[in-house]
């Protein structure tokens, strides 16, 4: 069962290796259509964990050793929604929001990525990948919440503006 683990944690590394490529180009356009000021803070910030996240991948991969490179189309496709979202919204608050929105969906997926890979690769004896697989997921979680207070913000600030 250990080597099979092993496998299933370099194929997901592998995956989220590809996931950070596309994320890392959907944020640098993402950023461009925001107009928040402390989202696009918030995205700043979150730029710079991914690349911390993306260097863990790296350095997870080189324990748990080379998979096959199969894209990871489930990050492309919150790129894809993204887009669209961003695309269709009326005014600049809703565009914001939606694009905490979408940031929600891929940040969720991360955050069962790096859970699921931390799991596996305790498992399997790999305490440096579950080591930085955790330290990836609290990362998540915390960018996931700070969506969540800028979300509020914006809708509060809207809110004042209305009335």
């Known amino acids: 069962m250990t080597d099979q683990l092993k496998t299933l944690v370099a194929q997901g590394l592998q995956a989220m290796k590809a ?42 991969i080189r324990e748990a050793g080379p998979s096959e490179d199969t894209g990871n189309p489930i990050v492309e496709a919150h790129y894809d929604v993204s887009k669209k979202i961003r695309q269709k919204a009326p005014d600049a608050t809703t565009r914001d929001l939606g694009i905490i929105a979408a940031g929600h969906l891929a940040l969720h997926y991360w955050i069962a990525a790096f859970g699921t890979l931390r799991t596996y690769a305790a498992k399997a004896g790999m305490m440096n990948v579950q080591g930085a697989m955790q330290a990836c997921l609290d990362e998540a979680k915390q960018a996931d919440l700070q969506h969540e207070e800028v979300s509020l913000k914006i809708m509060h600030s809207d809110a004042r503006k209305a009335a």
């Open 19 to 60: 996931g950070s490529e596309v994320a890392k180009h959907a944020t640098s356009e993402i950023q461009n259509d925001v107009s928040d000021a402390g989202l696009k803070a918030l995205l700043a910030k979150g730029n710079a964990t991914a690349e911390g996240w993306a260097r863990r991948i790296e350095d997870a």
